[in-house]
């Protein structure tokens, strides 16, 4: 168990519509990255968080949008979902926000679109 | 510039045989050089990591290679077990940067026959 949490572990959702996938990093870790994997792309980096602010950007959809609130949870927010946007989506938390520290992966969500 | 390119796709060895996975870069910034680690249903976890100084770092059965010349590295398991049997992700970064943001390769699915 990495400590890294992520909610819900499965989602089923029809094209158009919007979800949430939330994550609640370890314990003491003020970094947040969200990353896709898909078959056909293997694992792209979206979007990182550090301490509250928007740290680096990937290739992230601007249908995606991703926030890190006081807490240091993180929410990403897909909307107008298309068929495309079936993945597996994983956050993975580190103590800074820099490569000196670890990134540690949850055991993700499954977006299924249909 | 940002691609990490990964070879085979996927690969089967006996049991006590030699894995070896291949990764070659574009982007001569990347100076950091993980590999992770994927089982089915769970995050990926980091297992070893080489930064271009050394040309080899080996923990336990595990060896990295690396080639800066060539801009390549490479995954070397000993004495492959089935419990190795997993997808294995060649990653790069650039070391002490204001980001941890991976580049992964596409991953290599690992299969170890008893």
């Known amino acids: 168990d990495s400590g890294v949490t992520q909610t819900p572990k499965h989602l089923i959702t029809a094209t158009g519509q919007r979800v949430t996938l939330r994550c609640s990093p370890r314990s003491g870790d003020l970094s947040v990255y969200w990353y896709q994997q898909s078959l056909d792309q293997g694992l792209q980096f979206l979007i990182q968080y550090y301490n509250g602010e928007e740290r680096a950007k990937g290739n992230i959809l601007e249908r995606f949008s991703a926030q890190q609130f006081p807490d240091l949870h993180s929410e990403l927010n897909l909307s107008s979902l298309e068929l495309g946007d079936s993945a597996l989506y994983f956050c993975?938390?580190?103590?800074?926000?820099?490569?000196?520290?670890?990134?540690?992966f949850g055991q993700g969500t499954r977006l299924t679109v249909v | 510039q940002q691609q990490v390119k990964q070879s085979p796709q996927s690969l089967i060895v006996q049991k006590g045989g030699i894995s070896i996975i291949n990764c070659a870069y574009e982007?001569?910034?990347?100076?950091?050089f993980p590999w992770y680690q994927q089982f089915p249903g769970k995050g990926p976890a980091l297992l070893i990591a080489?930064?271009?100084?050394?040309s080899e770092k080996k923990e336990g059965r595990f060896t990295i290679s690396f080639n800066k010349s060539a801009k390549q590295f490479s995954l070397h398991i000993m004495d492959s077990q089935p419990g190795d049997s997993a997808t294995y992700f060649c990653?790069?970064?650039?070391?002490?940067?204001?980001?941890?943001?991976?580049?992964f390769g596409t991953g290599t699915l690992l299969a170890v026959q008893p």
């Open positions: 993975a938390s580190s103590v800074g926000g820099g490569s000196l520290t670890e990134a540690f």
């Open positions: 982007n001569t910034a990347f100076d950091y």
């Open positions: 080489i930064r271009p100084d050394v």
């Open positions: 990653a790069a970064s650039k070391y002490g940067g204001a980001t941890n943001k991976l580049i």
